[in-house]
């Protein structure tokens, strides 16, 4: 994006969350005032509190992003991104970029440089496995290494370091949290809460150790014991980014020194946020940072009462599966504890001179809200084990206003009743949109909607799920127009709904309900689908592609291996994995090579990339197995050939379980079967073991494997034709409601109308892996976005009659 130097106005260096907090402030005081944003990364401002989301998940930074690009350019906010600052000139009121870019000139500036990871002098703390956890990168890189590493180390038992822990776990390697204290997050917990919390995390945790040294296997402790790790990750805290402040002549301490109003000690030059020192401290939580900067922001707009007092810190722990939220101090000279240790739930509130200073939630986090109110006010406790009883009972009625909701964007509850009250909001979806509650970690987003429910008496309009914002329609308006019409393409829809434009988000969604609700028999524009679609193949970072090829039930044969093994020989592929669906995934093929791989393989695609049925995981059962109950691989066997092909709202993994023992985890599966002995199997669905846990629900049990095929088949094309798009069935599930989904799967009428729609859609299926011999279009595995010609695309779908 051009600068104009000319246009002073307020200039933000930093493009964290500090950074855009003080652009949404300004912009909220003044419309007109330019402000500039310039960030070093070459990215827009993401949430770097949920790191450790793309850590487990593998996504892009992206997923995290604050504001669209939208926002900013509506918002009159210039953004110069993967820029550096090489210099302030507080005298001339200027900062000049790094590499010849131009000199700016600034009417106020504000410092939000963030911190940098701080990083001991270990010795061996330089080597190419040693990482930090900071940044994006830095997850790519850890999640590279725990693939192939033996065992990692995490030096660092807080937050951060424990987050980081679970996302190298999550991706299946064994893993152990070095730390130097007595106890995991001393500064939040006390040492009943802290072990409490190292049994209920339930992994390795070295406790009182110093790292003497890193050594490419192993760590070595001060007092000589040794720790293998062929995988290190330091997370022990931060250090304030000072660099800029510093030569400009700005007072530094740990952190840039700000007075009450954020003011450095140059003129009109502020710092917010994990850079900035105030009362000598510095804040590397986000309540804190949004305070700073909502204060900086009315300081330099003109508003000189403006004044931040501090803040008293408060957290939640983002690991999944875990709840613990802490604010104040975990000590006081008094205290109530209420514990039990078997079901991991510890809750405490501590009071120092009679006054409410902290308080520890670890697996029930009722009441959080209330006692955080308490600490925050400082409020006199008569009876601490009463009052920590009763938060117990407090609902959104019992909230001041002033109390934080969403501790990712600094919401409270009165900014909530007031989009409703004042604003005019009358859904939940509209509140999250009007104040952003709810739209980080989405922790909140169950309290916003009461709250929303308590501003409108009690009633709550139905709001609608658009299929995408660009349309302003939903899934059932769609799949009507799609009906009266006999619209066949994404195109003929985009044509009849005449909102004048496409995104990319509603296309692959349209794509699926063009096919879904013609019974498959549609038009195929494969320009609408995810480019994994579009050549069959899961493209990895390098731009190379991973080829699973399908073998039912986990089942295969040494012919099948030995072309595998001739192939991934043959084209220098350089890694074959089993993947965690018991499958052989061949990693790094050429996109230009893929029909070729395909032939040679002479399997069918195991759509390891696709919104579509994926593997069905099975273990030996009772061929094999001494616990065996039943046939869970000729079972597994049996539904992946029935399912194969289909294409569904999101994936569908599924496994089958020979005995309760879950060998191949069919209670964590989307759906999952799990023989119960005398031949019955119990039919389970909604379950997950992503970033998110759920164990399976389950949906019925019934006497025969063929009736356990019946019935996962039903529930199958039930999901397939009410599912939103994207919308995972430990979503799914719960949304629609357990009862409903069993009404409509063991209904007689209902069941077999699904079953004959499922019989259809089946028909329609092919291997997708045989346009390796008819390519869609001439470039579709050279250069697949570009499609030769505009001819409309022919009909695809069912034989007549639906035989196949």
Request: glycine share 10%; aromatic share 4%.
């Amino acid at each position: 994006m051009s600068l104009n130097p000319s246009d002073a106005g307020v200039v933000v260096i930093g493009g964290g969350i500090a950074g855009l907090a003080v652009c949404e402030a300004v912009r909220e005081r003044d419309a007109l005032v330019p402000v500039t944003l310039i960030c070093a990364e070459p990215r827009l401002p993401y949430d770097r509190v949920r790191l450790s989301e793309i850590l487990v998940s593998g996504a892009s930074a992206e997923t995290l992003q604050l504001r669209p690009a939208e926002w900013f350019e509506d918002q009159h906010v210039t953004v110069v991104t993967d820029a550096w600052v090489a210099q302030v000139d507080a005298r001339a009121r200027t900062i000049a970029l790094a590499d010849g870019g131009p000199t700016i000139t600034y009417t106020s500036l504000v410092l939000a440089t963030g911190s940098n990871a701080l990083l001991p002098p270990i010795p061996g703390i330089d080597q190419p496995h040693v990482h930090a956890f900071r940044g994006p990168e830095d997850c790519d890189r850890i999640r590279e290494a725990a693939v192939s590493a033996r065992r990692a180390a995490v030096i660092g038992g807080g937050l951060l370091g424990l987050e980081a822990a679970r996302g190298i776990a999550s991706q299946g390697c064994a893993v152990t949290v070095v730390h130097l204290m007595d106890r995991l997050m001393e500064r939040q917990l006390d040492a009943g809460s802290a072990g409490l919390l190292q049994d209920t995390l339930a992994m390795d945790v070295e406790l009182n150790r110093q790292t003497a040294e890193i050594a490419p296997d192993h760590l070595r402790f001060a007092d000589g014991d040794e720790l293998e790790a062929d995988l290190v990750v330091v997370s022990i805290g931060i250090a304030p980014e000072t660099t800029l402040a510093r030569a400009a002549g700005a007072t530094v301490n740990r952190g840039v020194v700000v007075d009450d109003a954020l003011r450095t000690s140059l003129p009109d030059v502020y710092a917010v946020g994990e850079c900035a020192e105030h009362r000598g401290r510095v804040h590397g939580l986000v309540a804190p940072i949004l305070e700073q900067a909502r204060v900086a922001a009315a300081a330099l707009t003109g508003d000189g009462a403006a004044a931040y007092a501090g803040t008293i810190p408060s957290t939640k722990l983002k690991v999944a599966g875990v709840d613990l939220f802490t604010v104040g101090d975990a000590e006081g000279d008094g205290q109530a504890v209420a514990m039990d240790a078997a079901d991991g739930v510890y809750r405490k509130l501590a009071t120092r001179d009679g006054a409410a200073c902290g308080a520890i939630l670890l697996g029930d986090l009722r009441g959080a809200e209330a006692l955080s109110t308490l600490v925050r006010r400082g409020e006199r406790v008569a009876d601490a084990l009463a009052a920590l009883a009763a938060s117990l009972e407090a609902g959104p009625a019992e909230m001041a206003d002033e109390v934080q909701v969403c501790n990712c964007n600094g919401v409270c509850k009165g900014d909530i009743m007031a989009a409703v009250t004042e604003r005019g909001a009358t859904t939940p979806r509209e509140v999250m949109a009007m104040t952003r509650a709810g739209t980080g970690c989405g922790s909140c987003k169950a309290l916003v909607v009461d709250i929303v429910a308590l501003a409108a008496g009690g009633e709550v309009a139905d709001e609608p799920h658009y299929l995408c914002p660009c349309k302003q329609q939903t899934r059932e308006d769609l799949a009507a127009l799609i009906r009266a019409d006999g619209l066949e393409s994404v195109s003929d829809v985009s044509r009849a709904c005449g909102t004048g434009r496409e995104c990319g988000a509603c296309k692959p969604a349209l794509a699926y309900l063009v096919s879904e609700i013609n019974a498959n028999r549609h038009r195929e524009e494969r320009d609408a689908r995810f480019i994994n679609d579009r050549v069959h193949g899961n493209i990895q970072k390098d731009g190379t592609f991973s080829v699973v090829p399908r073998m039912h039930g986990g089942v295969t044969t040494p012919a099948e291996l030995r072309r595998i093994a001739d192939v991934a020989e043959k084209y220098d592929i350089p890694l074959v994995k089993v993947t965690g669906g018991q499958r052989l995934d061949l990693l790094g093929v050429r996109k230009q090579d893929l029909p070729k791989v395909w032939e040679e393989l002479g399997m069918p695609s195991g759509h390891a990339y696709a919104k579509a049925v994926r593997t069905v995981k099975t273990c030996v059962g009772s061929d094999f197995c001494r616990f065996g109950l039943a046939d869970s691989m000729g079972l597994g066997v049996e539904i992946e050939r029935e399912w194969e092909g289909l294409h569904t709202p999101a994936k569908v993994k599924s496994g089958v379980s020979g005995c309760a023992r879950n060998c191949a985890e069919a209670t964590i599966k989307d759906i999952g079967l799990v023989a119960v002995g005398d031949d019955q199997w119990q039919v389970r669905v909604g379950g997950a073991a992503g970033g998110s846990v759920r164990e399976a629900d389950v949906l019925c049990t019934v006497d025969s494997r063929a009736e356990a095929l019946r019935v996962s088949t039903t529930f199958l094309q039930y999901y397939r034709e009410n599912a939103d798009f994207k919308e995972r069935t430990y979503d799914f599930v719960p949304r629609v409601g357990l009862d409903a989904i069993r009404a409509a799967v063991t209904d007689p009428a209902t069941g077999a109308a699904l079953r004959e729609r499922f019989r259809l859609a089946k028909a329609a299926a092919t291997d997708p892996w045989l346009e390796r011999r008819e390519p869609y279009h001439p470039h579709q595995f050279t250069n697949p976005d570009d499609e030769d010609g505009a001819a409309r695309p022919a009909l695809v779908g069912p034989p007549t009659g639906g035989a196949r």
